[in-house]
């Protein structure tokens, strides 16, 4: 299987478990033990899959440079078609109009032997027509012979001795498609401000005390008490890019190859970039530090989970109350959730296992999922949930996430492309780089809380 396809594989495998968990929860009733073994079958190959597609990444080139601003790099329009080259290119074409359509149904109805003009003027020669009407673009490809091969036999494209396929030209659609973007929501949950700077930032580590005083009478009494303690926490710039090399040959002969590297460049880019804001480990290694593991640690105690559906539901829910109370009042009007997709839908599991039906997960019409009313952000860079013997993961984080985590850019919000024309000029290449600055610090970790879970 292609990258490609694992991906796709992966994404039909979470939506079949979630299929399975909708049809419990619709009936307002508990799983049975064939739903119940369906969505851990689905689960298992999710799994597979996602340990098949990160094993694959790492070999490839599209992601040897780990990487937001989100914002696509821009399309080339063309000027006669309109199409961006993101677009579908022939879309519309050969969509015949309600004069032609009436011509072709003459002809059907007298046998063959009633040939309007505009049906003639479309013949193929082999007894069909094309039917006018197609889109600027798509008449230019015609013209042009781009398309020509229209007619090819089911043999086309092969080369064998004395095989008429050798002589068709099969175009090839100008259009890369391109992978879906990973959940990066760590990015969308935190403050992202730009600076210019190394920025020093004081922060409270300690309230200050006060204590009791007598009362004043014959003799002196002072107030008494401690001042707070403070620190400070400094936000920097990490350069991070990429780099690729394209010939001139390449890049004349397929014009929507620069464009494509380009997208995939700032693609890469923030993949890196989520993965540092999730599991970075600080600048004493030159780096963004990361927020699973530098945040509160919720009610403390891990949630052990023994592999009993029942059992391990309640546990599950039971720690989403817990977390929320743990957190303090001053962060929960701003307070959302971040974890992995799979782990929500673990969650939704659980609801429907428990027969909780004042729920406790719930979708809004958008697609926005909630937990216990607060919005969900989902990050593939969060752990799953242990499903073996494991001491303890942080898999589930709740809180202010714009108060407990800072995001820094340096120089602008977007991710920086340069085409460099000169350093590989004698070797006839062209260099394309993207890069941006970034940093990320746990700002306040009292206000991101984490549910830790073992699996015993």
Not at 75 to 89: I, M
């Amino acid at each position: 299987m292609t990258l490609q396809e694992i991906k796709q594989a992966q994404k039909a495998e979470l939506t079949a478990a979630e299929g399975v968990i909708a049809t419990a929860e619709q009936a307002r009733r508990g799983m049975t033990a064939d739903e119940d073994e369906k969505y851990t079958k689905h689960m298992d190959k999710y799994k597979e899959l996602t340990a098949l597609a990160r094993n694959r990444e790492s070999l490839n080139t599209v992601h040897k440079f780990f990487g937001k601003d989100g914002t696509p790099f821009t399309a080339t329009v063309n000027a006669e078609s309109g199409f961006s080259q993101f677009e579908a290119p022939i879309k519309g074409a050969f969509a015949a109009s309600p004069e032609n359509s009436g011509a072709l149904l003459s002809y059907l109805r007298s046998g063959g032997k009633t040939i309007s003009a505009d049906l003639e003027a479309g013949a193929d020669g082999i007894g069909g027509f094309r039917l006018p009407g197609a889109d600027a673009f798509t008449r230019q490809r015609l013209a042009n012979g781009s398309m020509r091969g229209m007619q090819a036999s089911q043999y086309e494209g092969t080369d064998g001795a004395g095989n008429a396929g050798a002589f068709i030209n099969i175009p090839t659609v100008q259009q890369v498609v391109p992978l879906a973007m990973p959940d990066l929501g760590i990015f969308d949950a935190a403050m992202v401000i730009p600076t210019s700077t190394d920025l020093k930032i004081p922060r409270q580590t300690a309230f200050g005390t006060s204590t009791l005083k007598a009362e004043s009478t014959g003799t002196i009494a002072t107030f008494g008490g401690n001042d707070a303690t403070n620190e400070q926490f400094e936000l920097r710039s990490w350069m991070a890019g990429a780099l690729r090399l394209c010939s001139w040959e390449l890049l004349q002969d397929v014009p929507v190859f620069q464009s494509f590297i380009a997208e995939d460049l700032i693609r890469s880019q923030r993949i890196l970039e989520g993965q540092l804001f999730a599991t970075g480990s600080g600048s004493g290694s030159s780096q963004p530090q990361g927020v699973f593991g530098n945040v509160g640690t919720g009610t403390g105690t891990a949630y052990q989970l023994t592999g009993t559906a029942a059992t391990d539901a309640v546990t599950l829910i039971n720690s989403l109350y817990d977390v929320v109370a743990s957190l303090k009042a001053a962060y929960q009007p701003n307070a959302s959730w971040v974890m992995a997709r799979a782990t929500a839908l673990a969650i939704r599991k659980a609801q429907s296992q428990a027969n909780l039906f004042n729920p406790v997960v719930t979708v809004d019409p958008d697609g926005t999922t909630r937990i216990l009313g607060r919005p969900v952000f989902f990050d593939t860079n969060a752990p799953a949930l242990p499903s073996a013997t494991n001491a303890g993961v942080y898999p589930i984080l709740y809180g202010d996430f714009n108060a407990g985590y800072l995001i820094g850019i340096r120089g602008g919000s977007g991710i920086n492309i340069k085409l460099l024309d000169q350093p590989w000029a004698n070797q006839g290449q062209l260099g394309i780089l993207a890069y941006r600055r970034v940093d990320g610090v746990v700002r306040r970790s009292e206000a991101i809380q984490a549910i830790k879970v073992s699996h015993s």
